[in-house]
């Protein structure tokens, strides 16, 4: 069964500091997303992406964040500057406009 | 008002137990519905999508009132296996970002 593969499965980083967390989706998929999930907390979307173009995102996905599809595999979600309560999980999903697949998460901790 | 609201629980029940789980949702453009399934610290698995017809998969039935804007999950003879966070999620149309409840906890204990 295809699954979306993200990487690295847990990293830690010091606030302030940068970090890229990777995601490869379904290949036949269209649609990207990242969501976030701070623990004992309920899933919450960051951000959607189609066609090369952020298609919405969430009021917590401010200027801190970005996205990115470098090449025809991998979406991107870079953090700059990273504070203590960016620390979650972060799952990135793919869809082909009727199912949704997650990946099985990275956990950041900002210490 | 919440966009997805569930009853946190926990619901501790027996095997063999039969457990529903309830939800609303306020938009009430959305269109698609879904119940996952989360264990502890791993990612959202679809259960099932729910369809205004109502639908079974098995031990599980799904059914969705738009009038009410309510949405249910029924267990039939639950697992030890079925312990996990049932999470509704709603929405508004394919492709779109999924909206998500806080989620239900079971436990399914022997």
């Known amino acids: 069964e295809p699954e979306v593969t993200q990487t690295p499965s847990h990293q830690v980083t010091q606030m302030g500091q940068e970090v890229i967390l990777r995601c490869v989706p379904i290949?036949?998929?269209?649609?990207f997303y990242w969501y976030r999930q701070i623990l004992g907390q309920k899933v919450e979307f960051l951000v959607s992406?189609?066609?090369?173009?952020?298609?919405?995102k969430s009021e917590i996905f401010d200027d801190q964040f970005s996205v990115e599809r470098p090449d025809g595999s991998n979406f991107t979600l870079k953090i700059r500057s990273t504070k203590l309560e960016d620390s979650a999980m972060y799952f990135c999903?793919?869809?082909?406009?009727?199912?949704?697949?997650f990946g099985s998460g990275t956990r950041l901790t900002v210490v | 008002r919440k966009e997805v609201e569930q009853d946190p629980g926990p619901f501790n029940v027996p095997e063999g137990a039969t457990v529903a789980f309830n939800c609303t949702y306020s938009?009430?453009?959305?269109?698609?519905f879904f119940w996952y399934r989360q264990d502890c610290r791993k990612e959202p698995k679809l259960l099932m999508s729910v369809y205004s017809s109502g639908n079974e998969d098995g031990r599980f039935t799904a059914q969705l009132n738009r009038a009410s804007q309510y949405i249910s999950l029924l267990i039939r003879d639950s697992k030890l296996s079925d312990s996990a966070t049932y999470l509704c999620?709603?929405?508004?149309?394919?492709?779109?970002?999924?909206?998500f409840g806080a989620g239900t906890i079971l436990r399914v204990k022997s």
């Open positions: 999903a793919s869809s082909d406009g009727d199912g949704y697949t």
């Open positions: 938009n009430s453009a959305s269109q698609s």
């Open positions: 992406f189609y066609n090369n173009e952020i298609s919405e």
């Open positions: 290949s036949n998929h269209l649609y």
């Open positions: 999620v709603v929405n508004l149309e394919y492709g779109n970002k999924l909206v």
